[in-house]
């Protein structure tokens, strides 16, 4: 097999089922690593699946009520289902925690949160192509649902901490967008603007291309063990130039507080002059 003939048999692999299964393992992985999971757990196997269901299948969820389709159309597809519910069971519930340990030993870890990156490629290319055949050519819904579709447990993880009890608007992805949606946005622009034929590049080629992006990107991330954007200085010279972006409020508010605090306490005039009057009249009294 020649090199260039990588890329074409990398885009003809099956995600079912040793991807799909690492997308499962690593999603609910992640829902036990969240603060109160395991209590819920617990307390409420059912509200426990519900939000796994909807850490597996969010994507799928998402860009189904923005086509105006059942949301619950992932629930046909039985044996995907019936995968992912084994590996909720086997991570919450497996004696003495064997199944998590195992899988949470480093290496084993960085390969199942690679082969999850690889089905985000594959779930930006299905979203678009779902688009495409309810909208044609219609670009703006391609990127939509191709970045609902690959990142739909992140954009709809309000919803999936309100199922067991947790309502924190303040981490909407959209007031703060973490690394994954981000590059999921990025990718669901670039495979649109293929898709469209804007782009000048074989379809293949660019998921080969993306993929390795994202599986190196989240290996790094892993071993640095770091959450920092690889796009954060782009996003800070972008901002600034076209939106103007400047320090927060609470910042500015905070540095203009301490100047206030600084400048009192360096301001010899304002706090020497009381203490002379005092010293004045306690000489007048002694003599």
Same mark, same amino acid.
């Given at each position: 097999?020649?090199?260039? =003939?990588?890329?074409?048999?990398?885009?003809?692999?099956?995600?079912? %089922?040793?991807?799909?299964?690492? @997308?499962?393992?690593?999603?609910?992985?992640?829902?036990?690593?969240?603060?109160?999971?395991?209590?819920?757990?617990?307390?409420? &196997?059912? $509200?426990?699946?519900?939000?796994?269901?909807?850490?597996?299948? !969010?994507?799928?969820? +998402?860009?189904?009520?923005?086509?105006?389709?059942?949301?619950?159309?992932?629930?046909?597809?039985?044996?995907?289902?019936?995968? $992912?519910?084994?590996?909720?069971?086997?991570?919450?519930?497996?004696?003495?925690?064997?199944?998590?340990?195992?899988?949470?030993? +480093? &290496? +084993?870890?960085?390969?199942?949160?690679?082969?999850?990156?690889?089905?985000?490629?594959?779930?930006?290319?299905?979203?678009?192509? @779902?688009?495409?055949?309810?909208?044609?050519?219609?670009?703006?819904?391609?990127?939509?649902?191709?970045? $609902?579709?690959? $990142?739909?447990?992140?954009?709809?993880?309000?919803?999936?901490?309100?199922?067991?009890?947790?309502?924190?608007?303040?981490?909407?992805?959209?007031?703060?967008?973490?690394?994954?949606?981000?590059?999921?946005?990025? !990718?669901?622009?670039?495979?649109?603007?293929?898709?469209?034929?804007?782009?000048?590049?074989?379809? @293949?080629?660019?998921?080969? +291309?993306?993929?390795?992006?994202?599986?190196?990107?989240?290996?790094?991330?892993?071993?640095?063990?770091?959450?920092?954007?690889?796009?954060? %200085?782009?996003?800070?010279?972008?901002? @600034?130039?076209?939106?103007?972006?400047?320090?927060? %409020?609470?910042?500015?508010?905070?540095?203009?507080?301490?100047?206030?605090?600084?400048?009192?306490?360096?301001?010899?005039?304002?706090?020497?002059? %009381?203490?002379?009057?005092?010293?004045?009249? =306690?000489?007048?009294?002694?003599?």
């Amino acid at each position: 097999m020649e090199l260039w =003939q990588v890329s074409l048999y990398f885009s003809r692999l099956s995600m079912f %089922p040793f991807f799909d299964l690492a @997308h499962y393992v690593a999603s609910v992985m992640a829902l036990k690593e969240q603060r109160g999971a395991v209590e819920v757990a617990v307390r409420s &196997p059912v $509200a426990c699946w519900f939000s796994a269901m909807l850490h597996c299948f !969010g994507g799928s969820v +998402l860009s189904s009520l923005m086509l105006a389709e059942p949301p619950v159309a992932f629930l046909a597809k039985g044996t995907n289902i019936l995968l $992912a519910s084994s590996v909720w069971y086997l991570v919450f519930y497996c004696p003495q925690d064997l199944f998590y340990r195992c899988f949470a030993f +480093l &290496p +084993l870890r960085l390969l199942v949160a690679g082969m999850k990156e690889v089905t985000r490629t594959w779930k930006i290319m299905a979203g678009i192509a @779902h688009a495409d055949s309810h909208f044609k050519d219609a670009w703006l819904l391609m990127v939509a649902v191709g970045w $609902a579709r690959g $990142a739909g447990g992140g954009l709809i993880s309000n919803f999936e901490q309100l199922v067991r009890g947790v309502w924190k608007p303040e981490t909407n992805e959209l007031l703060k967008m973490s690394y994954p949606v981000k590059v999921t946005l990025i !990718g669901a622009v670039l495979f649109t603007l293929q898709h469209s034929q804007y782009l000048p590049i074989a379809r @293949h080629n660019l998921m080969f +291309l993306y993929s390795i992006f994202l599986v190196v990107s989240k290996v790094t991330m892993m071993l640095t063990r770091t959450s920092a954007s690889p796009f954060a %200085p782009f996003e800070a010279a972008l901002g @600034h130039m076209f939106f103007g972006l400047q320090k927060t %409020p609470s910042k500015v508010r905070g540095e203009g507080a301490s100047s206030s605090s600084g400048s009192s306490d360096c301001d010899p005039s304002s706090s020497e002059q %009381p203490r002379d009057g005092v010293r004045k009249r =306690q000489a007048k009294k002694t003599e």
